[in-house]
T-cell receptor, first 116, second 112 residues
Framework: GAVVSQHPSRVICKSGTSVKIECRSL??????MFWYRQFPKQSLMLMAT?????????EQGVEKDKFLINHASLTLSTLTVTSAHPEDSSFYIC????????????FGPGTRLLVL | SQQGEEDPQALSIQEGENATMNCSYK?????LQWYRQNSGRGLVHLIL?????REKHSGRLRVTLDTSKKSSSLLITASRAADTASYFC????????????FGGGTRVLVKP
């Protein structure tokens, strides 16, 4: 399956700062990537679908101006958490694949964000 | 919102025993997938079962799907300590494109 990396693996920042998380598809040309958020001991919640060369599609309740997504190439999508607050502290996971209905998704290792 | 609910939320068994977890969902699906997540890590795909399939096997894993009851089960046979992880079901609904909607997950602890 596809290999997906994320950087950084963990980040601690002060409230009010912005944090950028990178998701790279290392061996797969990903026209679509997905961003999820996972709170402790909870399930993954889809935040947005990142589309190469076009605007991301956000799930209901996810602020597009708060969570900026850029998918400028077939191998890289970035998620920027702007003006981060403690409630944004979470585990952020990206995935790729899922190009058609029966395709599995390949997940990155996740980025743990702690906002102080 | 979550499409799937998983049961039990947590499961503790001895090595060598079988582990069974269930997933229920609300709307018609194209397929249902099971993923595994080790603590603090990403997800690993285990198995995909299509809506017209009733059972699939992969190694020590057995997945069933009952579309009339809108439920699926994952059985891990002869469990090992290394099977300790959280297991999630995820559904793909044709009307929603290829997005995965995850269940709440089952945390499995296999004691050596």
């Amino acid at each position: 399956g596809a290999v997906v990396s994320q950087h950084p693996s963990r980040v601690i920042c002060k409230s009010g700062t912005s944090v950028k998380i990178e998701c790279r598809s290392l061996d797969f040309q990903a026209t679509t990537m997905f961003w999820y958020r996972q709170f402790p001991k909870q399930s993954l919640m889809l935040m947005a679908t990142s589309n190469e060369g076009s605007k991301a599609t956000y799930e209901q309740g996810v602020e597009k101006d708060k969570f900026l997504i850029n998918h400028a190439s077939l191998t890289l999508s970035t998620l920027t958490v702007t003006s981060a607050h403690p409630e944004d502290s979470s585990f952020y996971i990206c995935s790729t694949g899922g190009g058609h209905l029966e395709e599995t998704q390949y997940f990155g290792p996740g980025t743990r964000l702690l906002v102080l | 919102s979550q499409q799937g609910e998983e049961d039990p939320q947590a499961l503790s068994i001895q090595e060598g025993e079988n582990a069974t977890m269930n997933c229920s969902y609300k709307t018609s699906i194209n397929n249902l997938q099971w993923y595994r997540q080790n603590s603090g890590r990403g997800l690993v795909h285990l198995i995909l079962i299509r809506s017209n399939e009733r059972e699939k096997h992969s190694g020590r894993l057995r997945v069933t799907l009952d579309t009339s009851k809108k439920s699926s089960s994952l059985l891990i046979t002869a469990s090992r300590a290394a099977d300790t992880a959280s297991y999630f079901c995820a559904t793909v609904i044709k009307a929603a494109g290829n997005k995965l909607t995850f269940g709440g997950g089952t945390r499995v602890l296999v004691k050596p």
